[in-house]
């Protein structure tokens, strides 16, 4: 596309950015960067080029998923001004807080479990240290 010295700026190819409602989050979490990047998923090719272009997101988070493999070359790139107003629109028609609701543990003691007390498949009202492998002696 353009030369610049020793830098050269080719075309690679033309990929679609989806989005996705359930990912708003991980938008947000792009958008509040020091520089809002996307992030373009590339791995080698197995024609002439270099590299096939597998993705674009606006995702860190999958993004991240991507280096975590290490089969694929993940480059980040500066968003123009167009795309971060673009995906900010998004967010904010389609984000929806996760209402924090926090776990409560049930009131069973599970520390006061006694070992050795028998076998629990047998019904028994006597001795309950017996185990049921134990003949009974008659006197």
Do not use: C, N
Request: aromatic content about 8%.
């Amino acid at each position: 596309m353009r030369r610049d010295g020793d830098a050269v700026e080719y075309h690679a190819a033309t990929l679609p950015l989806e989005l996705f409602r359930t990912d708003t989050e991980a938008y947000l979490h792009g958008l509040s960067a020091k520089v809002p990047s996307i992030y373009v998923v590339m791995r080698p090719s197995e024609s002439d080029e270099p590299l096939d272009m597998v993705l674009v997101t606006a995702s860190p988070y999958e993004a991240q998923d991507y280096t975590d493999t290490g089969e694929e070359l993940v480059e980040k790139v500066p968003m123009p001004d167009g795309l971060i107003a673009w995906i900010r629109e998004f967010v904010e028609l389609h984000h929806e807080d996760e209402v924090f609701v926090k776990r409560r543990r049930d009131k069973a003691r599970v520390d006061r479990k006694e070992d050795g007390i028998g076998d629990a498949r047998i019904r028994q009202v006597a001795d309950v240290y017996r185990a049921p492998g134990a003949k009974e002696t008659v006197h």
